[in-house]
């Protein structure tokens, strides 16, 4: 028996997972070597998706009389809510699945599923179960139901909003190369990564590549990919990156190669990566910079030559100093791997989250008018390492917070 109407799939192993909006689909029942089964093709399951009668766990029937019911299923564990557009049909349906429940020998016609569901365009067709999804040039928002996928590949497609659910699948690889992705560069308006806070990402994304991305700043939110290993940011227009990303305790694979970088973050001086591509870059040169180098290294003495107070003073000013109250808070959160949204705190302390950096000594985050910079160089630790012909070692930029200065001059 064939019954056509709206139809929507709701998969009850996802808990919380909101109920998705109905498709013009084909029900039919058939029966196989002596098996029944209940077959959907909808847009979304374009090759059909099959379930066995006995299988069958509840049947309600409250509002039939408005052609509505709901069937549910143990496995797959599926709830199926239909909305048939016969009614009479409908009451067929459900008495020859009584029928099939109860043991009666039911015949069952060979009537097929139309080729097309009708009242459909055609629609770029993919599996919802695959375990990978590439993408032909554009977002296609039927990826947010594909609860199983590994892997999504979104390379060369139109982005101007990467929609924030992207974080609510349990991805472990994640390619944006070459997409036209919104950056804060490119539109006159605030830019939100809200798919890097989400709890189930940021616990199952091992790979991230988003190389020629026209990306000028890499977005704080990063620090949320606790399980991050794999980092591709090549070819883009970084001046710099973040120190949260040396929250990133887990990378070992970092490409930023053909960038506009001047120095890297001290904070990954000491990991042991598998592989760094740093070539192509903008980095300060140790011979050739030197009167920059001075000009960052040469503060904290001018600091010290300025402080008019003697060592009980230096002392007094160290443990009566007032931490202040959004230090406090950038220290909780980070410490504690406190996810948020940005649009969540107000866009002045944004700047904050950017340039926080730990004191390379106390280790304590420290926000940026309470340190000092300083540029030091030595070659990373990588297995395979990449640089330019002109780089003999790589610069890098440590913070020192006052109360270490003041410390370490008594």
């Known amino acids: 028996m064939l019954l056509n109407g709206l139809i929507s799939i709701q998969d009850l192993s996802i808990p919380g997972q909101t109920q998705i909006r109905p498709l013009r689909s084909s029900l039919l029942s058939k029966q196989v070597n002596g098996v029944y089964f209940l077959t959907i093709k909808n847009s979304m399951y374009p090759n ?9 766990e509840a049947v309600h029937t409250k509002f039939v009389k408005d052609g509505k019911a709901t069937l549910r299923f143990k496995q797959p564990k599926h709830q199926i809510l239909l909305n048939a557009d016969d009614r009479n049909m409908l009451f067929m349906f459900l008495r020859q699945i009584q029928d099939i429940i109860s043991g009666k020998d039911v015949k069952i016609g060979t009537r097929q599923i139309p080729k097309k569901i009708p009242s459909k365009k055609d629609v770029n067709r993919f599996d919802p179960s695959a375990h990978e999804f590439i993408a032909a040039d554009r977002f296609d928002k039927r990826i947010l139901n594909m ?8 390379e060369n497609c139109v982005l101007p909003s990467l929609p924030e659910h992207i974080g609510d699948l349990p991805i472990s690889l994640l390619s944006l190369t070459g997409s036209k992705l919104a ?10 990564w809200n798919w890097m806070s989400k709890n189930t990402i940021s616990n199952t994304l091992t790979s991230l590549k988003m190389d020629s991305v026209n990306l000028k700043i890499l977005p704080f939110e990063i620090m949320f990919l606790k399980k991050l290993q794999d980092l591709s940011l090549a070819k883009n227009k970084l001046i710099n990156l973040p120190q949260c990303i040396g ?3 887990k990378l070992h694979t970092l490409s930023i190669s053909d960038n506009l970088l001047r120095f890297m973050p001290d904070n990954l001086i000491n990991k042991q990566f598998k592989s ?5 870059n903008h980095f300060i040169n140790e011979q050739r910079d030197a009167e920059i180098i001075n000009n960052f290294n040469s503060k904290v003495y ?17 443990n009566t100093n007032c931490i202040n ?15 948020f949204y ?13 340039a926080a950096g730990r004191c390379r000594k106390c280790e304590q985050f420290v926000l940026p008018q309470a340190y000092f910079e300083f540029i030091h160089f030595k070659n990373p630790q990588a297995i395979d390492y990449q640089w330019s012909n002109y780089i003999t070692v790589v610069p890098w930029l440590s913070f020192e917070c006052y109360k270490c200065i003041e410390l370490s001059c008594l």
């Open 183 to 192: 950056t804060a560069s490119q539109y006159d308006q605030d830019i939100y």
């Open 276 to 280: 760094l591509d740093v070539s192509n």
């Open 48 to 56: 059909c998706i099959n379930y066995k009668v006995a299988d069958l």
């Open 247 to 249: 929250e990133l305790k």
């Open 325 to 339: 109250l959004v230090l406090l808070t950038i220290r909780s959160i980070i410490n504690n791997s406190i996810r």
């Open 302 to 318: 001018e600091y010290n030559k300025n402080k008019q107070v003697n060592k009980v003073e230096r002392i007094k000013t160290v």
């Open 147 to 154: 609860r199983q996928l590994h892997s999504l590949i979104l």
């Open 342 to 354: 940005r649009q969540e705190i107000p866009r002045t302390l944004w700047r904050y989250f950017d």
